[in-house]
């Protein structure tokens, strides 16, 4: 997610080995793809359509669900939950916070280039967008990738600058999971984290009663079709700044406005999500 951005077992064993050496192969595969396309006479390659993990229909009908119950009983935004932790210089902020829409649109706003999901209403700016962009390697689900983001940061609320990013990011479309690392970050000596998307069965205790669901479709049978899915958003961020910047008072101000930085991201998240609900989903796709 960006700027959210140690990783666990929810990556295949393939996505255990270091950014750093990925990208370094990944670079090679690309070398040998460009070599193959001027063999061809530089015919431009053909853009081939990203594979969908989910079922198109059915975020469209949680959507729905979602939309009806906004209009009778509203979705009460909980505050994210942050806990900031150090080690050895190195800073460990873990942000929980849970949203009113399906998981698999959750990830959606989180990996869109253009980051338009992280919009500040009050202000009208977008608090992350994305830059430039370029494929290592693409494994089924799994993406890595270059990528050069912006955050808006705010200096004691009297004026706000873009901090760049340049980041190695990973992402897996099919587990919801996302992993970045810094290639260079202002000010920055260890930058990195780790994010995932997880369902919340929010109506199970009210339709489901004893039975708690282990997979969306056994919520699906014992909600009768009515229980709407939410998202928990988890994400694991590490950072430790350059000397001076580590030591008080400059490693006070960063760690605290990194945490303000990130929590805005993630209102702005909930902003997104209140007004999908507000605004409905759109036409279920036709039968194929």
């Known amino acids: 997610m960006g700027v959210f951005p140690g990783f666990g077992s929810w990556i295949s064993k393939n996505s255990q080995q270091p950014l ?10 690309e070398s040998k793809s460009v070599s193959e396309k001027d063999t061809k006479n530089n015919a431009p390659a053909k853009k081939k359509k990203k594979k969908e993990y989910y079922d198109e229909k059915e975020k469209i009908r949680q959507e729905k669900l979602w939309h009806e119950e906004e209009e009778k009983h509203p979705w009460q935004n909980p505050p994210p939950k942050v806990k ?23 990830y959606l706003w989180l990996i869109h280039p253009h980051g338009s999901s992280f919009l500040d209403e009050k202000k009208w700016r977008d608090l992350m967008i994305t830059k430039s962009k370029k494929v ?35 992402e897996n479309r099919k587990d919801l999971t996302g992993k970045y690392k810094k290639e260079k970050v202002m000010l920055m000596k260890v930058f990195e984290g780790n994010y995932k998307v997880e369902p919340l069965y929010v109506d199970q205790e009210r339709l489901c009663k004893n039975r708690l669901p282990k997979s969306p479709e056994e919520y699906r049978k014992c909600s009768g079709g009515q229980g709407k899915i939410g998202s928990k958003l988890t994400i694991n961020q590490y950072f430790e700044p350059y000397p001076p910047f580590n030591l008080p008072p400059f490693s006070w101000y960063i760690r605290g406005n990194t ?9 702005a998240l909930q902003n997104t999500a209140k007004s999908v609900r507000m605004a409905g989903p759109l036409e279920e796709p036709p039968n194929r």
């Open 20 to 29: 750093k050496a990925e990208a370094k192969g990944s670079e090679n595969v």
């Open 84 to 106: 900031v932790t150090t080690k050895k210089g190195v800073y460990h902020m873990n942000l929980e916070i849970t949203l009113g829409a399906p998981p698999e649109l959750i």
């Open 259 to 267: 945490v303000k930085t990130s929590k805005n991201l993630l209102y």
């Open 136 to 170: 290592l390697m693409e494994d089924g689900p799994r993406e890595v990738f270059k990528v050069e983001r912006s955050v808006v940061y705010d200096f004691f609320s009297l004026t706000s600058v873009r901090i760049p990013l340049h980041l190695i990011v990973e």
